[in-house]
Nanobody, 124 residues
């Protein structure tokens, strides 16, 4: 089960941190990630971390502004968002795998479990 917290409304240029508490994670050698979805648009990958090596992947659209991290002591996934832009507005979801199905980290179909979503709104 993935339970999200954080998010909210912030002015452009500001920062927010999202958290995702994973009660049954992580499974070894799997991805945990963050996705977002703006109204009328498809869900897109933001960042992911591979639990086997802790290697991270960041989407080009947020590279240099967003950081994904994981706290193994409390099984929590984080997304630190800085220098937020209007186009970062959307519903953000954390995602986890209980097995790797061969799909790339950036595909929603790679993940079997999803958090409930949290809204991030960036204002001018």
């Amino acid at each position: 089960q993935l339970v999200q917290s954080g998010g909210g409304s912030v002015q452009a240029g500001g920062s927010l941190r999202l958290s995702c508490a994973a009660s049954e994670y992580p499974y070894s050698r799997t991805f945990m990630g963050w996705f977002r979805q703006a109204p009328g648009k498809e869900r897109e990958a933001v960042a992911a971390v591979y639990t086997g090596t802790e290697i991270t992947h960041i989407a080009d659209s947020v590279k240099g502004r967003f950081t994904i991290s994981r706290d193994n002591t409390n099984n929590t996934l984080y997304l630190q968002m800085s220098s937020l832009k209007l186009e970062d507005t959307g519903m953000y979801y954390c995602a986890g795998q209980d097995h790797w199905n061969g799909e790339s980290w950036h595909r929603p179909t790679a993940y079997q479990h999803w958090g409930q979503g949290t809204q991030v709104t960036v204002t001018s």
